[in-house]
C-alpha cells in the first residue's frame, strides 16, 4: 500500500526566511507521481507540481523549489524568501500509474504542513 | 471560467438525517472524487467515479452514497448511517490518468447539530 508522511505539522517563520517541507512517501509501485498542493484559508486546494518518478531533476518556479530524490523516498519543497501569503497547509500526495491503479489519480495524502510566516 | 463548484459552502444537519452535497465541474474531465478532510489531517478518498454510471468506494465509503447520471455532475449524499458526519468535504476531478493533477472545489463544511 502507498504512504504519505508529512512529518511536519506545523512550521512558524518570520517573513523572508527560507523554509522546506519535507514529504517522505512508500510505494512498490516503479512508476508513480507526486504532486504537492496549497490549501489557503478558503479551503480549495491549488496544484503546485507534479512529478514524475522517471525524472528526478529538481525544478525552481520563481520563490519555490522542488528536491525529489528517489533514493531516500523524499519529495521536498522549499520555499525560499517567505511571505505571509505563503502561509496556508500544504500537502503531498502520491498516484501510482494508471497500470496498477484503474482509478486514474485516486491521490494518496499526507497529513499536511501548516506553514505560518509571520510579518 | 472552467471550474468546479461546490455547494453549499457550509451545511447544518440534524442527527439522523441524510443530506446531499453537490459537486459541478465544466472541465470535461472523466474522473471525479470526493475527499474528507478532518481538522489538522489530510484528505481521505470517500468515493470515486471514472465514466458516467459508473463508481467505487474509496477508503472511508461506509455512510456515504453517491451517483454519476451526468458526466458534470457527482453528488455526495451522507445518510444517518455516517457515524461522525461533522467534517470539511471537498469535491475533485481529473482527466482520469495517474500522471495528471486533480482540481478541486472549495468545499462543503457539514457540521451536525
Known amino acids: 500500500a502507498q504512504k504519505v508522511t508529512q512529518a511536519q505539522t506545523e512550521i512558524s517563520v518570520v517573513e523572508k526566511e527560507d523554509v522546506t517541507l519535507d514529504c517522505v512517501y512508500e510505494t512498490r509501485d516503479t512508476t508513480y507521481y507526486l504532486f504537492w498542493y496549497k490549501q489557503p484559508p478558503s479551503g480549495e486546494l491549488v496544484f503546485l507540481i507534479r512529478?514524475?518518478?522517471?525524472?528526478?531533476q529538481n525544478e525552481i518556479s520563481g520563490r519555490y523549489s522542488w528536491n525529489f530524490q528517489k533514493s531516500t523516498s523524499s519529495f521536498n519543497f522549499t520555499i525560499t524568501a517567505s511571505q505571509v501569503v505563503d502561509s496556508a497547509v500544504y500537502f503531498c500526495?502520491?498516484?501510482?500509474?494508471?497500470?496498477?491503479?484503474?482509478?486514474?489519480?485516486?491521490?494518496?495524502f499526507g497529513g499536511g504542513t501548516r506553514l505560518m510566516v509571520k510579518p | 471560467d472552467g471550474g468546479i463548484t461546490q455547494s453549499p459552502k457550509y451545511l447544518f444537519r440534524k442527527e439522523g438525517q441524510n443530506v446531499t452535497l453537490s459537486c459541478e465541474q465544466n472541465?470535461?474531465?472523466?474522473?471525479m472524487y470526493w475527499y474528507r478532510q478532518d481538522p489538522g489531517q489530510g484528505l481521505r478518498l470517500i468515493y470515486y467515479s471514472q465514466i458516467v454510471n459508473d463508481f467505487q468506494k474509496g477508503d472511508i465509503a461506509e455512510g456515504y452514497s453517491v451517483s454519476r447520471e451526468k458526466k458534470e455532475s457527482f453528488p455526495l449524499t451522507v445518510t444517518s448511517a455516517q457515524k461522525n458526519p461533522t467534517a470539511f468535504y471537498l469535491c475533485?476531478?481529473?482527466?482520469?490518468?495517474?500522471?495528471?493533477?486533480?482540481?478541486f472545489g472549495q468545499g462543503t463544511r457539514l457540521t451536525v447539530v
Open positions: 500526495a502520491l498516484s501510482e500509474s494508471f497500470m496498477n491503479n484503474n482509478a486514474g489519480n485516486m491521490l494518496t
Open positions: 512529478r514524475n518518478s522517471f525524472d528526478e
Open positions: 475533485a476531478s481529473s482527466h482520469g490518468t495517474a500522471n495528471t493533477e486533480a482540481f
Open positions: 472541465l470535461n474531465h472523466d474522473a
